[in-house]
């Protein structure tokens, strides 16, 4: 048996002490840089909502600017960072700096974000053109599996009717 005046008298930890201490620091540890982590990705996506909007609102003036380059014509030919993928149809690739990338043959690795317009055409009136677009992260936030992630989306409409109509 220990004697009391034993237990009174001894200095120090003991070893089922020391992995309980060291239990809760790692557990308190593992919380801790998983709320860095989360601030981290709020803060990077909070800054790619403002590059994605900036950017987006500076292609729809581009577009309002000269419609007719962009649904009849070849927009490419005037932007080279601008990909056709179908009529009526374009993507921007951009790096991980939001610079734009032009030539890109494989944006699953070359492209950190992507930006799809789509122009439709506005049934039941002449020259009246929706815009669509969507700004993607094509790879995953840390500690999110899904990838193309829809940063921003925003509509205009485009008349390309120039001229004034007398009331």
Do not use: C
């Amino acid at each position: 048996m220990v004697s009391m005046e034993y237990i009174k008298g001894r200095k120090g930890f003991t070893l089922i002490e020391m992995i309980i201490a060291v239990a809760l620091l790692a557990v308190a540890g593992t919380v801790a840089v998983r709320l860095f982590i989360h601030a981290h990705v709020s803060n990077r996506l909070a800054a790619d909502i403002d590059r994605s909007v900036f950017h987006g609102s500076a292609w729809i003036e581009k577009i309002k600017a000269s419609p007719e380059d962009w649904i009849g014509g070849d927009p490419s030919a005037l932007e080279s960072v601008v990909s056709v993928s179908d009529a009526g149809s374009y993507v921007i690739y951009y790096d991980d700096g939001w610079q734009p990338l032009s030539g890109i043959r494989d944006p699953e690795r070359e492209a950190a974000y992507a930006m799809h317009i789509g122009l439709y055409s506005v049934p039941g009136s002449d020259g009246l053109w929706a815009i669509d677009l969507r700004s993607f992260k094509i790879k995953p936030y840390p500690l999110r599996q899904k990838p193309y992630e829809e940063i921003y989306a925003v509509s205009a409409m485009l008349n390309t009717v120039r001229e004034v109509v007398e009331p």
